[in-house]
């Protein structure tokens, strides 16, 4: 969607874009990485989705219960079945990992990082999962992680459980594994939070962990 006149590692687009539905700004991200040349400039993409479902390459299982009949799409992300709604951020990196010599297990370490890192600003202490990727409070997972890499350059991302309805979490298995529980900022001590002082402090994080030193702010429409 931005496209820089000359390459730098260090600089990032960030983008701020609000309630958005879920097809449209999966389609943006594809053709923005399909549209990407050696200069085009990495981009940050923070927003929240209306309820939807989201099936991954590897997914297993539709929706156990859907009395509200949320909306349920298949996408090109990694991973299993997952939720997203009101009052969960959603960070999108759109990254040309092989310009910047990144592998896919350093971009999902550094977008765990950056929540833990969060939490652990606010008191609260949070740890990874082997062979689950997200970040987990109390054996609780309060950040799901899916991504793609197409042609060395990566989107989908990150999403981080703020303050939000949790029961549609209840009628999936949550990135396909039985009895896995889920949380949110909001239910924690001290979590309880505006959701803009929330963005504010994951973006930063992000910034830091991936390694961004100049940063544009943008609000395009991803529809």
Known sequence: MHAVNRFDASAVTVSDLGLVDYLPCLRAMQDFTAARGPTTGDELWLLQH????????????????????????????????????????VAYVLIDLRRRGWGVKQLVHALEQSVID?????????????GAP??????????????????GA?????????????????????????GLEVTQLAALPGGKIPLNTAADGLRAQLLRRLEYNHTTVSSPDPA
């Not at 297993?60 to 996408?75: E, W």
């Not at 969060?118 to 082997?130: D, V």
């Open 154 to 178: 990566s989107y989908h991302g990150l999403s981080f459980n703020i303050d939000m309805d949790l029961e549609p979490f209840r009628q999936i298995r949550p990135c396909g594994i039985e």
């Open 50 to 89: 209306p309820p939807v479902y989201t099936l991954g390459l590897n997914a297993r299982q539709a929706v156990l219960a859907n009395p509200t009949g949320i909306p349920v799409v298949k996408c090109d992300r990694g991973g299993d079945i997952s939720y997203h709604g009101p009052g969960q951020l």
């Open 118 to 130: 969060f939490l652990e600003g606010r008191g609260i202490e949070a740890a990874r999962r082997p």
């Open 134 to 151: 997200g970040v987990y409070v109390d054996g609780k997972k309060i950040a799901q992680l899916g991504l793609r890499i197409r042609r």
